[in-house]
């Protein structure tokens, strides 16, 4: 197959395109605006798998109003997940009575965003939202599923629009998954 490509060693396959990507965050941008009316809210980016989505996502749901924030855990290491969860860079805004939307890159396992729903719930605000790019039900160890979704897809592993292997790929305008292993 043609546009194969290499990162660290490991072969990548075109898996979805940026149109298709741009299409589900238009769909997903109009959910959460629904949900959304009226209030002020406070979108938090997860580092840093997640800067790309949510910088096409935040602007597609076009609230003036909003504060945008940014919080960094990590629990994956090459092509799989530690299952421990390491907050890196934590929030300094003021979540008090504000309506939270988390944008996260993929939901795997769901232990990061058990762990930072946790986290942001102790700050005291009205509610909290969890938007995801990816969902991978079948990895599910929490029985954790987002609010949002603009992507189900099977159990493998994908790189590219902000998603890395070890820190390779996230400038990728397309989405690329692992190849199979003949
Ligand atoms: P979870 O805690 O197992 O749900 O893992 C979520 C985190 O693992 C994401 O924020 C990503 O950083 C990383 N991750 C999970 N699957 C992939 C993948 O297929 N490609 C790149 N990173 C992934
Ligand atoms: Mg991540």
Redesign the pocket.
Known sequence: MENRIKVNGLTFVPYLTADRIAEQVKRVAGEIRKDLTDSEPVFIC?LK??FVFASDLIREIGINDCTISFVR????EG?S?TGK?KQLIGLTEDLADRDVVII??????????VRMIEDLKKMGPRSVRFATL?H?PE?S?TGFTPDYIAFSIPP????GYG???DGKGRNLRDIYVIEEEI
Request: aromatic share 12%; no cysteine.
């Open positions: 997860v798998g997640a855990y990590a629990s994956y092509t997940t969860v996260e890159d993929i939901v795997d396992t769901g232990y990061t965003a990816l991978k990895s160890r493998k592993f994908i790189l998603l890395d292997l």
